[in-house]
């Protein structure tokens, strides 16, 4: 294990943008995380973890340790007639991991195929895509505390998962670096077919999950920008939650806004709607766009520093805001460059 100083760390996030670690590991086993832990210990450094930086909007400058959890390895753990338990280390790539476990005849992940980014940082924001959510298949978590080094497994249900969010977005849960993830997955070929643009594309009939999945990857190739040619984060605004009385007036006013009825009879708005309805699709400024396919993701063509991110991305919000009433809560997470 080797601990470098100044690393560059462009190539570390999706949106490309320049930043300087004061010092960074990768760490490829439990060990080499433990080991990582002890010399920040040691030094007095807070401990950042890293997987594919596809989350993440990275400041100028990162103080203290940033560790890229690269942890390998897929394997069967337990399995029945109808189901099976996967683990699946940190630092696999999360699309290489459901197209594995596809292959093996393990269904449930179909919906989430090709989400960008490492197995371990899955759980953090609860991924989902398409009516899918990675918490519904996640049987339980292997975590170190990165101050104590104490090594758990978490059960789901100490997860607190909910949309785009879990326990690890919390204080006490940023303390733990995720090193194994285990899946239950079905034998039984089920599908998931309840988001509008996925019914568009199989249609009402009955289908395989290999055409769940070729239909889903085909949908985010044709909507979603290619962070490896144009950079981004993937949506950079999460959708809005209101009350169902809000939603009301804004039904009354904008007829077309998309809203979507969740638990506890509160609505979900489509900030992609608000957005395109401001024309911001193709705006851009100081090498910042919205980008052409999707009002949801915003592209870095040029900037540098992550505060021309920040600045361009708060006029879109300020317009919504302006415009609808509607507080939009950027999605990626704002790293701060000194965490203690
Ligand atoms: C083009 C594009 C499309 C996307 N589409 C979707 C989508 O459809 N649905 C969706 O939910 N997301 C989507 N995303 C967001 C992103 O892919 C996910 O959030 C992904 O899980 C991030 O993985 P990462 O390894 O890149 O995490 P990073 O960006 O490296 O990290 C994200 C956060 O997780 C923490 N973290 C990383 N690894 C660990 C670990 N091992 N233990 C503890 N904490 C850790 C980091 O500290 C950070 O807080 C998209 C992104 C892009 C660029």
């Known amino acids: 294990m080797t601990i470098q100083e100044r690393v560059q760390l462009r190539s570390f996030n999706t949106l490309g943008l320049t930043s300087v670690a004061e010092f960074f590991v990768r760490a490829t086993s439990s060990e080499g995380v433990l ?10 450094l807070c401990v950042r973890a890293i997987g594919g930086g596809s989350n993440v909007i990275l ?13 390998k390895g897929r394997t069967i753990v337990s399995q029945s007639s109808q189901e099976a338990i996967v683990r699946v280390y940190a ?11 596809h292959e093996l005849g393990l269904y449930g992940l179909e919906n989430l195929a090709l989400i960008p980014g490492s197995v371990g940082a899955a759980p953090v ?3 989902g895509a398409y009516g899918a959510e990675v918490a519904e298949r996640i049987a339980r978590l292997q975590v170190i505390h990165r101050r104590t080094s ?3 497994w978490l059960a789901n249900s100490a ?5 785009r969010d879990s326990f690890f977005k919390s204080n006490e849960g940023r303390e733990w670096i995720i090193t194994a993830v285990e899946l239950r997955l079905s034998k039984l070929p089920i599908t998931n077919i309840t988001y509008p643009a996925l019914i568009e594309a199989v249609g009402s009939r009955q289908v395989a999950p290999n055409e769940v999945m070729n239909a889903v ?3 985010r190739r044709s909507k979603l920008p290619d962070p490896q040619v144009e950079p981004n984060a993937g949506s950079f605004f999460k959708n809005p939650v209101v009350t169902q009385e809000e939603a009301n007036q804004l039904k009354e006013q904008y007829p077309k806004l998309p809203q979507y009825p969740l638990d506890g009879g509160r609505v979900k708005l489509s900030a992609a709607w608000m957005i395109d309805a401001l024309n911001w699709r193709g705006q851009s400024e100081q090498g910042v766009f919205v980008s052409e396919k999707h009002a949801l993701v915003i592209v870095n063509r040029s900037a540098k520093k992550s505060h021309q991110v920040i600045e361009f991305a708060s006029k879109v919000s300020r317009s919504v805001s302006e415009r609808f009433g509607v507080q939009l809560h950027v999605e990626p997470e704002q790293v701060a460059g000194n965490e203690y």
């Open 159 to 163: 997860c607190d998962f909910a949309y």
């Open 91 to 101: 630092g696999e790539d999360w699309h290489e991991a459901v197209v594995w476990a």
């Open 217 to 219: 990857i085909k949908i």
């Open 35 to 44: 080991e990582a832990l002890q010399v920040a210990r040691a030094k007095n």
């Open 59 to 71: 400041p100028p400058e990162l103080s203290g340790l940033t560790l890229n959890v690269a942890l």
């Open 150 to 152: 104490e090594v758990l």
């Open 125 to 127: 924001q609860n991924i």
